[in-house]
Nanobody, 124 residues
Framework: VQLQACGGGLVQPGGSLRLSCAAS????????MGWFRQAPGKEREFVAA????????YYQDSVKGRFTISRDNAKNTVYLQMNSLKPEDTAVYHC??????????????????WGRGTLVTVSS
C-alpha cells in the first residue's frame, strides 16, 4: 500500500488544520492507521491511531482533546483534525499503516507502511 499525506501548512497558534492521508492499493479497511510526527532535532513520536472500522482511537496525552483521528474506508483515507494548535505541535507529520496489528499502536515499529510526511508549522 502507498500512502500520501497532505494538508500541512503554516498556522497561527490556536488555529486548526486537517491532515489527510490517502492510501492506494487494496484492503485499506484491514489496516490499523496511525499518525506520527517528527520535530527538528527530535525523534519520531506517536500522535494518534485508529482501528479498522474506527471503533477505537488512541492519542498521545499532549494532543488529547485537541486532535481527532478519523477514517473513511470508502475513500481509503485517514484524517487528523488538529485544533488549538501550539508551537510545540510543529513537526513533519507522517501517516502509517499496520497490517499485522499486535496492540502496540504507539510504536513506530508496529507499522508496515509509511507515507511521505507533510510539514505543519505553528507560528505567529
Amino acid at each position: 500500500v502507498q500512502l500520501q499525506a497532505c494538508g500541512g501548512g503554516l498556522v497561527q497558534p490556536g488555529g486548526s488544520l486537517r491532515l489527510s492521508c490517502a492510501a492506494s492499493g487494496r484492503s485499506f479497511s484491514s489496516y490499523v492507521m496511525g499518525w506520527f510526527r517528527q520535530a527538528p532535532g527530535k525523534e519520531r513520536e506517536f500522535v494518534a491511531a485508529i482501528t479498522w472500522g474506527g471503533g477505537n482511537t488512541y492519542y498521545q496525552d499532549s494532543v488529547k482533546g485537541r486532535f481527532t483521528i478519523s477514517r473513511d474506508n470508502a475513500k481509503n483515507t485517514v484524517y487528523l483534525q488538529m485544533n488549538s494548535l501550539k508551537p510545540e505541535d510543529t513537526a513533519v507529520y507522517h501517516c502509517a499503516a499496520d497490517a499485522r496489528y499486535s496492540g502496540s499502536y504507539y510504536s513506530s515499529n508496529e507499522y508496515d507502511y509509511w507515507g511521505r510526511g507533510t510539514l505543519v508549522t505553528v507560528s505567529s
